[in-house]
Each structure stands twice: as C-alpha cells, then as structure tokens.
C-alpha cells in the first residue's frame, strides 16, 4: 500500500516542509511539498536522500557496549542505560559534578526535545561542561553581538532590504539567510531590482548572481570590511540621526579606520580598489540592507571582528527595523515578546565557567568546545572523565589526533546514534536511537535558534507539527535521543526540569518552573506541549496544520523606544579597535609563503550532512571531498584531475584527490570538511575522503575569547604524490 505523508526534513536548520512516499511502511521518495507556504516546494538532494538515509543497511538497531578486547557487542538499551547512569553517579561521587560533560552537535536539530532535556539533565548534575558546535562553527556572531550590544527589535526582514551583502557565506548552499527556497528567493530578489554584495575567495554559487564580487584573498575578509566601513564614514553615508540616538563610538571608529584606504585594502586583499568603491555606493545609497556573514569569516582569523565590523556597518547606517514596523521572525512556538526599537548595550563577552587549560572561559557562544580536548587530557581536579556525545566529532574537530587521544583516554564516552561514526568507534556504549521519520518534531528549536543566529528561521510567523511517520524496524530496539537523559537521571534519582530560555512558563523571577514528572514518564508528545507551554500560538493549532502554515495572527509590530532607555550601541569596542590598529600596522600586500604558497578554506556540499551519513549508499556524489584548485594551478604544479596530492601545513599532511574548479582565485585550495579517516587508520582518500582537520592545531593560533583555532586561510603546501 503506498500513501503520501507530510511532514519536514531535520537535515539541516531549514526545515523545509515535505512530502514521503511510503510504500509497506518503507520510505521510498521524498518530494517537496508545494502546499506549504514560504518555501514553493523546494527540497534539496540531501532531503531527497531520506529514504536511502532510513534504509541503510548498516544502520543500527540495537546499542552496543565496547568489551576489554576493544570489540563492540550487543546490549539491551535499557540495561545500557542503567550501566551509564550507575557509571556517572560513581564518577560523580570520585571527581565532583565537572567531571561529566555534554556535546551538542548535529543531532539536536534532527531531534528538537534532545537539547532542551539534555541541558535540564546537566543542570540537574550541577555540571558546567556543556559544550556544542557554536563554539567551534560561527562563535564571532554572537560574540560580537555581545561587544557591540544588540538591537532588541531584531534584524530587518530580507524581503524589505534593497541590498543584500554576504560575507563568507554560500545561502544557496547553506541555507542560511535565505532559509526557504534560496536560490529561487536570491533569483528573484536580484531580478526584482535588490543589488547584491558578495566577499568570497570562491565564485559560489550566490556570488554568480552578484552586482559586485569581492573575490577577496583568504584570510583579509576584515580589512575588506574595514574599508568598506572607512568609505561609508568618508562618503558621509551616516544615518546621522540614528547613530546620535543609538550610536556610540562613532569618532573613535573613524580613526581607527584611517589607515584602510581603497587602495591599501586593494593590495591587501588582492581585490580592485573601484570593485570595493562600488560595493561602498550601494551600501551607501541602500535604503536597508540585509547583512549576513559566514563560516568564511568566522573560519578564517578576526573572524570576532569580522562580525563585528558587519555590525558597525549597519549601525551606522540605521540598517535596523524602527517602530511600527514588522518584526521579522515573531514568537509562534515560543512565548510572546514585546520588541522594541531601541539598543541593548553591551555585556561582557566572556563570563562564567573557566577552563583549567589556555585561559579559556565560558562565552555567549557557549563552553569553548575547542579546550574540551585538553580538560580531557590534562590531569588534576575538574578533569573530564566522561563525555555524553551528539555528534561526530572525530570528523569535525580541528586538531583531530589531540581530539583522538582524548576520546581515547575517557573513562566513559557514550554516542547515541543512528550508525557507527567515527567516533563511535572509541565510545564504550554506543545508543542506538530512533531515525528522524521516527519521531514527532516541531519547528520550535530553529525558532528560538533565530534568537541567537538571525540567519535561520523565518522572518514570516511561521511554524510547522510532524508526528513520527514511521514505525522503528522489527526486531529494533531503540530509543529517542531525549529518552536517554531522561533515564539516566531517573535511574540516577535526579529530577529535571527545564531552564529558562526554552519556551517554558517562568517564574517571576525568571526561573524556570516546568518540572518533568520522574515517576511517569512522557510521551515525546507530552514533552513538547511542555517545551511550548505558554506559546503565541498553541501547539494544538499548530499540529492541526501539518503542511506548515503563517499564523498572522502572532505577527507582531515593534514597539516605540522607552523614553528612559539609555544603552547605546558601541562602534569603537578596544578590543575590537586594538584588533584594527594590529592589521592596519601591516596593510602592505602580504607576501606568499615559499614553504606554503597555498591557503586552504573550507567548503559546503550540497550532498553532505556534516559529519553524519557518511557511509549511506548511494548518497554522495563521490565517497570522498575533492581538493578543488584552479585549472591554471593545477597545470603550475604539475597536477592532473583524479591525481593524488600531498596536502601539508605547519602541523601535519593528508593525501587528498585534486579537481579543477574555476571559480576559485588562484593560490586557494578548497576542500569540504567532515572527511576522511581517523589517525591512525587505513588513510584511502577516494574510499573516505581527507581529513583536513589533520592539518590544524586546537592550541595554536586560537581566538582567546572563543577558542577556535584557524580552520580557513591555512598556509599549505601540495605536491603531486601519483599519477591520475
């Protein structure tokens, strides 16, 4: 029997609303649901991969515990669970609460409750050591939001900007800043009149839809910034009589930037002076821009500044929504809000939780995920024994034979998961859990996400219910994601109950006062009608459409400024201005290394899940990430497509498989990450993939508020090591 079932794809933070074709219970196509608004049927080949994702063969089924011999056996889950709680209560009462931590990869946005009752779960520990990917992806967004200060009215709606400037990002790949259908959305935004402005040292796939392309050298995206800022400022492009009600730092700024000519970014960036006057007059002559920065930006150094500079360059342009308009992403499945048009002012980026290793401490991009290895490694009191892991990180952390050591070296390392990853391998239990059509979802979590990264969600009063379509296979025996915690800290005797920040009724001191019953537990159903308590819509509306629907009703307009509001946003932060004053000592073209003439950046595929899927047949293109340099480079050192190269930097080498792209500049290298073998095992490059994180140190060239290492604009060296 075959029927078409709708429901949305948790691939990826776009959420875009499908439809499955079930045949006997088993998925066999996914299509895009054109009865939903906002995204106009889209889906891309990673959501059209669902069903080759469900039925993968070596997909697990029952979890599995690692015995002395090294060896992974089977387990009955519940007894599995009982063992972990029992093994963190003794290591608890050997080592103290810190000893156990928490890592949030990927798999919180396939599970939308796993977050919310993980978090409750190492609050009712009394563990700090919660750490996830923000740290280590795009940290310099939020981070300088907290430098900078925020506007509490939000972002500007794409749909009301008349220019668009996209810095070291790829929406059309992404999805982010253009969450919903973004190639048909960028198509029609520049067809009907929008000027786009793209900073990318590759052609992507939204920079050839570009007016102005700044094909900007690796690693120089803030001094491109910076001169773009410098022109404004020097055009008189200020919205004067928002940045004196608003604005702080403005003269402090300015001399900052006197250094960053046209000319001197032009020789910096390797990028044409008049290019970068152009991209300055349509910013300065846009009415509202909408502005977006990337993993390139984060990646690549200054990437805190980077975002910062984006910032000041909308403050000082009044690119913000003023009273009475819209506002852009309104409460649907969270609480209502009442946003305002005024300032935020700055807080403090760093504060909380500190790290025994590298002066690291907690910021508002969360627990620096990058010093997690070393709390590993490094013995004494506070040292991590035990790690609950969502995610991959094996395949995804920078500096992966330090990441290898520590995993290694843990008392206890528990992943559930749908497969055996790279990580799982070293885990002594691995969880099997449930499959994303398995399990009910709502669209929650991405909404309370654009509250931190305006670039996902949706600017209209949108949301969407799903229940699970799909039944576990026979024989199975799995569980949700959240189950897990929810069993542990039953077995371990520890109530739960939800933080504030996640859609819950608060107290009126703001504390959270939504328990989780401990003696029955909830339906996966319950657990959301408790994460949405107290909704701007109620979640049994929202189920009653399951194509999705835009709840006008929740569409809110901002309201007027407090007439006693006094915070201001800040342009002139000294960190940020010491940062400037450094880069603008050394403005001279910076000269190609001999030893690594190359800068390698990273790259999304269209085809991949991050770290996850790796080994679902038939859902990649090529088994492996190609190392994608331009033809003319290719042919300068000797190099053929399909031919094996040696990969080096200062701190390791991998063997990566080169082809020809022409739409990078010359001197790049540019490879996907999420690839290739763990250290130690069979390296085959066309069979896995490279692992360029090989390439990178965790402790070097970090970022002292965040953490994260250089993982874009790397100096490499590579040489033919076979024939094509």
């Not at 699970?468 to 069993?487: H, K, T």
Request: proline residues 7%.
């Amino acid at each position: 029997m075959t029927q078409i079932a709708q429901t949305f794809c948790r691939l990826c933070a776009a959420y875009c609303p499908i439809e499955v074709e079930l045949a006997n219970g088993r998925p066999v196509k996914v299509m895009g649901d054109r009865s939903a608004p906002l995204y106009g049927g889209y889906t891309c080949v990673k959501g059209r991969a669902l069903p080759k994702i469900h039925l993968n063969p070596s997909r697990l089924r029952y979890s599995v515990k690692r015995d002395a011999s090294g060896e992974h056996r089977p387990i009955a889950t519940a007894r599995a669970i009982d063992e972990i709680a029992d093994k963190i209560s003794d290591i608890i009462a050997r080592h103290g609460p810190r000893s156990v931590a928490l890592y949030l990869g990927n798999p919180t946005l396939m599970y939308p409750g796993t977050a919310a009752v993980g978090v409750a779960f190492m609050t009712a520990i009394g563990s700090p050591m919660l750490f996830s990917s923000q740290s280590i992806d795009q940290p310099g967004l939020v981070v300088s939001q907290a430098l900078h200060g925020s506007w509490h009215a939000g972002r500007i709606a794409a749909a009301d900007a008349d220019a668009f400037l996209i810095a070291g990002g790829n929406p059309v790949i992404s999805k982010q800043y253009l969450s919903q259908n973004p190639a048909r959305k960028l198509k029609d935004r520049v067809n009907d009149g929008v000027k786009l402005i793209v900073i990318d040292p590759r052609r992507t796939e939204t920079a050839r839809r570009a007016h102005v392309h700044l094909q900007v050298k690796p690693g120089e995206d803030a001094v491109v910034l910076a001169g773009l800022v410098r022109l404004l400022i020097e055009n008189g492009k200020i919205d004067e009589s928002f940045v004196a009600e608003n604005v702080v730092g403005l003269a402090d700024l300015a001399r900052a930037l006197r250094p960053f000519t046209p000319e001197a970014v032009a020789a910096r960036a390797s990028i044409d002076a008049e290019q970068l006057r152009e991209a300055a007059a349509i910013l300065g002559n846009a009415r509202r821009a909408y502005i977006g920065g990337g993993t390139g930006i984060s990646m690549s150094g200054h990437g805190n500044l980077s975002f910062y500079l984006l910032l000041c360059l909308q403050s000082i342009r009044g690119f913000w929504p003023r009273a009475g308009d819209d506002v852009a992403g309104p409460s649907v499945l969270m609480p209502p809000v009442e946003r305002k048009a005024q300032p935020v002012g700055p807080t403090p980026a760093n504060f909380g939780e500190t790290l025994r290793v590298r002066g690291l401490r907690q910021s508002n991009a969360g627990m620096p995920t990058g010093g997690l290895p070393e709390e590993i490694l490094t013995p004494g009191e506070g040292q991590v024994r035990a790690l609950i892991c969502l995610g991959n990180p094996l395949a995804c952390w920078p500096d992966s034979e330090l990441a290898l050591r520590a995993m290694g070296s843990l008392e206890l390392l528990i992943t559930p998961n749908v497969e055996i990853s790279a990580t799982s391998k070293l885990a002594h239990y691995v969880i099997a859990t449930r499959h994303v059509l398995e399990t009910p979802a709502t669209t929650q979590f991405i909404e309370g996400a654009k509250m931190i990264h305006y670039g996902y969600g949706w600017d209209a009063p949108y949301a969407q219910y799903t229940p699970a379509l799909l039944e576990p296979p026979a024989g199975s025996d799995l569980v949700e994601d959240w189950q897990i915690f929810y069993r542990i800290a039953k077995r371990m005797n520890v109530p739960l109950a939800f933080c504030s920040g996640t859609g819950l009724s608060m107290s009126k001191d703001g504390a959270a006062q939504r328990d989780i019953d401990m003696d029955v537990e909830p339906t996966t159903e319950q657990l959301f009608d408790i994460i949405c308590a107290n909704s701007a819509v109620p979640l049994a509306e929202v189920r009653s459409h399951l194509s999705g629907k835009i709840y006008e009703e929740a569409q809110r307009e901002i309201a007027p400024r407090n007439p006693d509001c006094e915070d201001r946003l800040d342009v002139a932060n000294p960190d940020m201005l010491d940062q400037l004053a450094s880069i603008a000592d050394d403005l001279g073209a910076a000269p190609c290394s001999n030893d690594f003439p190359f800068m390698l950046i990273p790259r999304r595929a269209d085809d991949v899940v991050n770290s996850t899927f790796r080994y679902v047949p038939g859902m990649h293109k090529t088994a492996y990430n190609p190392a994608f340099l331009h033809p003319d480079d290719m042919s300068a050192i000797h190099v053929e497509g399909g031919q094996l190269i040696e990969i080096s930097s200062r701190y390791g080498s991998v063997i990566g498989v080169a082809e020809a792209d022409r739409d990078l500049r010359r001197g790049v290298l540019s490879m996907t990450h999420g690839f290739g073998a763990r250290p130690g095992d069979p390296d085959d490059p066309r069979s896995s993939g490279t692992n360029i994180n090989r390439l990178l140190r965790l402790d070097r060239d970090f970022d002292r508020i965040t953490g994260m290492p250089r993982m874009s604009a790397v100096p490499v060296a590579i040489k033919a090591i076979g024939v094509a």
